[in-house]
């Protein structure tokens, strides 16, 4: 069926709880036609093309995939709309995100941070993914007060180098420099500290940094994120505990700088699937 983005039917659109099985957008899709332009398409046939390309996402992330089970992660990803409700047999509304981490499984989220003190020598600072899998969901970040172009976003395939500092920017002489990475990977596998790692090169050696490594949620730290550590959340939001540095860093779930009842309500939902990833 087709649908607005508000996730309502539109007006000329099949539906019916046997014969329809999801909706999709069908208003102002950008589209590509057969030259090199752009433009705005809104038909209730542009809502199929949505869902095909979603299942091509999903095939192109894990080839193995067969048509039944491709239908459903697809079906069992949609987000649910009460305006839908009894018009489809899902009574929801496609959603690639929530299709792939059907396909992914639910998703552990790492914070890691690696402090750099000011050294006129310092070259540069790499950073390395060595996890083994197809995909890891990842943002890297190094900022710090020594000049502009510290502040980089990075992106990295597994496996792949990122540089963050390189021989021809300004020696690091003041301050110093706070490198943070942000990424997820499967729950089904285990990260070892080995997998992720920090390095500063020197004109002539090459040094491993020790880093701060957080499975975020996992207040408690014992390795699991369960109701527990809901409760710790609450009971640090209302001032009845108190958190260490470290636990304050895995109880920011949200990764807003803030520890409060959104932090605990995602933790809870967290542990029971409700959803699958903090991020």
Same mark, same amino acid.
């Given at each position: 069926?087709?649908c607005?983005e508000?996730?309502s039917?539109y007006?000329?659109s099949n &539906? !019916?709880d046997?014969?329809?099985? %999801? ?5 102002s *899709?950008?589209? !590509?036609?057969d030259?090199?332009? &752009?433009?705005?398409f $809104?038909?209730t046939?542009?809502a ?5 390309g979603v /299942?091509a996402l999903?095939? =192109? &992330?894990k080839?193995?995939? $067969?048509t039944t089970q491709l239908?459903?992660? *697809?079906l069992?990803g ?8 009894g018009l489809?047999?899902t009574g !929801?509304m496609?959603d690639? &995100?929530?299709?792939l981490?059907?396909v992914?499984?639910k ?7 690696? +402090?750099?003190? @000011? ?7 790499s950073?390395r *993914?060595?996890y ?5 969901y990842?943002?890297?970040t190094?900022f710090?007060?020594?000049a @502009?172009?510290n502040? %980089? #976003? ?6 792949k180098?990122a540089?963050l500092r +390189? #021989?021809?920017t #300004? /020696? ?8 943070k990475?942000k990424?997820s990977?499967p729950?089904s596998?285990t990260?070892?500290?080995s997998d992720?790692?920090?390095q500063?090169i020197? #004109?002539?050696?090459? $040094?491993a %940094?020790?880093?701060g490594?957080?499975l975020?949620?996992?207040?408690n730290g014992?390795g699991t994120i369960d =109701? ?6 609450i009971q640090?939001?209302?001032?009845? *505990?108190?958190?260490?540095?470290a636990?304050?860093i895995?109880?920011d779930v949200?990764?807003?700088? +803030?520890?409060?009842?959104t932090?605990? =309500?995602m933790?809870?939902q967290?542990s029971?699937?409700?959803?699958? $990833?903090?991020w």
């Amino acid at each position: 069926g087709a649908c607005y983005e508000s996730g309502s039917k539109y007006t000329t659109s099949n &539906y !019916g709880d046997e014969e329809v099985d %999801l909706f999709a957008p069908w208003k102002s *899709i950008v589209v !590509g036609n057969d030259t090199t332009n &752009y433009y705005s398409f $809104t038909q209730t046939s542009a809502a199929t093309p949505l869902v095909t390309g979603v /299942a091509a996402l999903l095939k =192109s &992330y894990k080839p193995s995939l $067969t048509t039944t089970q491709l239908k459903a992660a *697809i079906l069992n990803g949609v987000t649910k709309k009460s305006a839908l409700d009894g018009l489809c047999t899902t009574g !929801g509304m496609l959603d690639a &995100y929530g299709a792939l981490l059907q396909v992914t499984g639910k998703l552990k989220n790492y914070y890691n941070e690696v +402090s750099v003190s @000011a050294n006129s020598n310092l070259d540069m600072i790499s950073c390395r *993914i060595n996890y083994n899998t197809s995909k890891v969901y990842k943002t890297w970040t190094g900022f710090g007060a020594a000049a @502009a172009n510290n502040d %980089l #976003p990075l992106d990295i395939e597994p496996g792949k180098v990122a540089f963050l500092r +390189s #021989p021809s920017t #300004p /020696a690091l002489t003041t301050g110093g420099v706070l490198f943070k990475a942000k990424f997820s990977v499967p729950a089904s596998n285990t990260l070892s500290s080995s997998d992720l790692t920090f390095q500063k090169i020197y #004109p002539s050696s090459t $040094t491993a %940094l020790s880093m701060g490594q957080y499975l975020m949620g996992d207040v408690n730290g014992n390795g699991t994120i369960d =109701s527990t550590d809901m409760l710790m959340v609450i009971q640090y939001s209302t001032q009845q *505990i108190t958190l260490t540095s470290a636990q304050q860093i895995r109880a920011d779930v949200d990764f807003n700088g +803030s520890i409060n009842a959104t932090d605990s =309500s995602m933790i809870s939902q967290y542990s029971v699937d409700a959803i699958r $990833t903090f991020w």
